[in-house]
Structure formats: C-alpha cells, structure tokens
C-alpha cells in the first residue's frame, strides 16, 4: 500500500514513521525544507501533562500518548524527553487546576492539592499572592519538539520504503481520487492521502476554512540570571488560570531556553507573513510574570517567537475521512504536539488495517476513553 502525507511537521513526519513500521510505502510532501522553521512542531520544546480540565478523553489520552513516544525513543535510539511533575494554579476566580483534579480523580489518576500556605516553601520562585488553589502532579514534562523532528527526519530518510520530498509545495489534493498536484504541475498518486499541513490546512482545502482557523500566536523567551536559571532548570512545569490571563511556563530543563506564552488564540494572521512580534503584544501576560515569578525584574527578553496554531472552536482534533481515498489530519489547537506520536501510530495502523474511519475521529477528537479499534 502506498500513502502521500502532505505536510513534514510532527503529525505528517509521524503518521509517515507509523506506516513505515508497518512495512508501507510512504511519500511525504513538504513546501519548505525539513525540518521547516515555519512549521507550528518547530520550537525548542513542548509540555506534555495529564490535567486537561473537562476533557477526560484527552486525560485518559495521554498514557498512549507517553507509550507512543517510547516506542519512538526506541526506534530513534534516544529520547528527547524531561519530566518536571506538573504545577496546576487557580487565581482570579477561575477553576480550570480544580476541573482537572476532579476529571483526573475519576479516571484513578489524582492530583495532591497544596496548601497556598505551603506554596512558599515549596515553590520559593514563584509570588503565590492572589492564587487561590494548587494542584500537583508527578507526571508531565518537556518533550524537546524540535530535535523530535529532526530525529524523525533522520530515521525516515533511512527508510527504504519512504520518500521525503522537501521543498515541494503542493498546490491541489483530490482526496477522491488519491491523488496530489506539485507546485510544479507534477502530479502523483496513491492509495491514500493524508493532509496533514497545519495552519495551511484551510488553503488546500478550501470546505474546511470554517472549522480549523490559523491562528497567529507569540511565545517569549527569557534570558535569566544564572541563579535563577540553575533553580529553574529543576522546576516544574507551571499551568496557571487566572480568568482574564492565564500563562505556561516551561522550565528551562537539560540546557533549553526558559519560556512563558499563553493559551488565548487569535485566530488570526497569514502563516507566510512576516514573523515580526513586539513586547506590545505580550503586555498582559509580561504582567502577570511581574506578578507570578520572583525576581522577574531581573529576566530580560531573550526572543519573542511568532507560531501558527491552526485552531477549532471546541479545541477538539479533527482527524477525519475525507473522500474515498482521503484522510484530514489537524490535532493541533495549541495542544497537539503531546499527542503527536499516538495520532500519527495510530492513523497508520487505521489506515494499514482497515479500522473504522468514524471510530477513528471520534478517538482523535477526544470523545472516548479507549483508542479506536
């Protein structure tokens, strides 16, 4: 059998890795280079944690995910991965740490609740005026995005049964047929296509621009003290709701950067625009770090970093049959890089075995508990 991926960021690069183990042919498509800096997997890092608020499919989730990733550490011969347990917040009001305890107690994973009287002595970085409740979890920690990528790359291009074709845009898919158009009008075939191009999704397919949105977003990157960095670089992830302005912190662990964004969408912007971001934009959440983190005044901004989320409404995966010979594949809403392992074993083995398309969807989109079968 013969798949063309459409699209080199973690989900095409992994559903290309999951074929490939399953001894299929594989032609991957990619408009710029591999890895593509432009791409939303791109980034020094991502978090991976099991609190997910109200969606319990998501929590149930993340154990696949975590069994996917060291099946890939396996075949990649490293790991590219560091935990630092999870910090949950509340302030303002908000309750997004307490819904996630109580989902994550109901599936026999329970958060500890901290005391705020003993966040000071446990967390000494971090300002606790004006939190409400914590919740803390041993699991969660730093997936290392960017060598993932590049890790992939290198092993599917060891593939005897894989094609990567960077810097080759395509310009026109028919799931119907199976089949893609090049830029160059070159044109190929295959027994199954997978669109897996990220926040360009809505351009190639044009009836989708409706539910998957781009979404123009900027993460900041601190240069910190050395003391602080080195207390830093043993700290836990940091996932604080505060209503108005809620940020993510991602410690700097194994020598990578120090990085705060938040998780409001704009659901705006042109993924090939200029990538140019101002401290402007950030105002709100380099507020709230004066008013979270101790000794804020003396980090300085290292990078402003400009991504693309493509991004739905429920924040839920579209990971869907189009066509007769057709698959669209977007888990990403600013939380699918954890999930990118799983998504991309577990679309090959329904695509290689024929499982139930519908079932498939309603897995990705968090709906079930169970994966698809």
Same mark, same amino acid.
């Given at each position: 059998?013969?798949?063309?991926? $459409?699209?080199?960021?973690?989900?095409?690069?992994?559903?290309?890795?999951?074929?490939?183990?399953?001894?299929?042919?594989?032609?991957? @498509?990619?408009?710029?280079?591999?890895?593509?800096?432009?791409?939303?997997?791109?980034?020094?890092?991502?978090?991976?944690?099991?609190?997910?608020?109200?969606?319990?499919?998501?929590?149930?989730?993340?154990?696949?995910? @975590?069994?996917?990733?060291?099946?890939?550490?396996?075949?990649?011969?490293?790991?590219?991965?560091?935990?630092?347990?999870?910090?949950?917040?509340?302030? &303002?009001?908000? &309750?997004?740490?307490?819904? !996630?305890?109580?989902?994550?107690?109901?599936?026999?994973?329970?958060?500890?609740?901290?005391?705020?009287?003993?966040?000071?002595?446990?967390?000494?970085?971090?300002?606790?005026?004006?939190?409400?409740?914590?919740?803390?979890?041993?699991?969660?920690?730093?997936?290392?995005?960017?060598?993932?990528?590049?890790?992939?790359?290198?092993?599917?291009?060891?593939?005897?049964?894989?094609?990567?074709?960077?810097?080759?845009?395509?310009?026109?898919?028919?799931?119907?047929?199976?089949?893609?158009?090049?830029?160059?009008?070159?044109?190929?075939?295959?027994?199954?296509?997978?669109?897996?191009?990220?926040?360009?999704?809505?351009?190639?397919?044009?009836?989708?621009?409706?539910?998957?949105?781009?979404?123009?977003?900027?993460?900041?990157?601190?240069?910190?003290?050395?003391?602080?960095?080195?207390?830093?670089?043993?700290?836990?992830?940091?996932?604080?709701?505060?209503?108005?302005?809620?940020?993510?912190?991602?410690?700097?662990?194994?020598?990578?950067?120090?990085?705060?964004?938040?998780?409001?969408?704009?659901?705006?912007?042109?993924?090939?625009?200029?990538?140019?971001?101002?401290?402007?934009?950030?105002?709100?959440?380099?507020?709230?770090?004066?008013?979270?983190?101790?000794? @804020?005044?003396?980090?300085?901004?290292?990078?402003?970093? $400009?991504?693309?989320?493509?991004?739905?409404?429920?924040?839920?995966?579209?990971?869907?049959?189009?066509?007769?010979?057709?698959?669209?594949?977007?888990?990403? !809403?600013?939380?699918?890089?954890?999930?990118?392992? $799983?998504?991309?074993?577990?679309?090959?083995?329904?695509?290689?075995?024929?499982?139930?398309?519908?079932?498939?969807?309603?897995?990705?989109?968090?709906?079930?508990?169970?994966?698809?079968?």
């Amino acid at each position: 059998m013969k798949t063309i991926i $459409v699209g080199g960021g973690i989900m095409g690069l992994s559903t290309a890795w999951g074929l490939a183990r399953e001894g299929h042919e594989v032609d991957l @498509f990619e408009q710029g280079p591999l890895p593509n800096p432009l791409a939303s997997s791109v980034d020094q890092h991502r978090l991976i944690r099991h609190p997910y608020g109200d969606h319990a499919g998501y929590a149930r989730m993340i154990d696949e995910a @975590f069994a996917a990733w060291d099946l890939l550490w396996g075949d990649l011969g490293q790991r590219f991965y560091a935990p630092t347990g999870t910090l949950a917040l509340n302030g &303002n009001g908000a &309750n997004w740490a307490e819904r !996630s305890a109580t989902v994550l107690a109901g599936i026999g994973r329970s958060m500890t609740e901290i005391p705020v009287g003993d966040l000071p002595r446990r967390f000494p970085l971090l300002d606790t005026k004006g939190v409400e409740r914590a919740f803390w979890l041993d699991t969660g920690g730093v997936l290392f995005a960017q060598d993932i990528v590049a890790g992939l790359v290198r092993h599917l291009s060891g593939q005897p049964r894989v094609r990567l074709h960077a810097n080759t845009a395509v310009r026109d898919v028919d799931l119907e047929r199976g089949s893609v158009t090049t830029a160059t009008g070159a044109k190929h075939t295959a027994d199954t296509v997978v669109v897996a191009a990220g926040a360009w999704l809505p351009r190639l397919l044009p009836t989708l621009a409706g539910r998957v949105v781009p979404s123009r977003q900027i993460v900041i990157y601190f240069d910190l003290p050395d003391d602080q960095r080195a207390a830093w670089a043993k700290g836990p992830m940091v996932i604080e709701k505060t209503g108005d302005v809620g940020l993510y912190l991602v410690p700097p662990a194994e020598g990578r950067g120090m990085k705060i964004g938040d998780h409001e969408f704009s659901r705006a912007g042109d993924p090939d625009a200029p990538r140019e971001a101002s401290e402007g934009e950030m105002r709100p959440l380099l507020e709230r770090c004066r008013s979270l983190l101790k000794g @804020f005044e003396r980090w300085r901004i290292e990078q402003l970093k $400009v991504c693309f989320y493509s991004v739905t409404d429920d924040e839920r995966f579209v990971v869907e049959k189009h066509g007769a010979r057709g698959w669209v594949m977007s888990p990403c !809403s600013g939380h699918g890089f954890k999930f990118g392992a $799983v998504m991309g074993l577990e679309l090959a083995r329904t695509i290689a075995g024929g499982r139930d398309a519908a079932a498939h969807a309603k897995w990705a989109a968090g709906l079930v508990g169970d994966g698809p079968t």
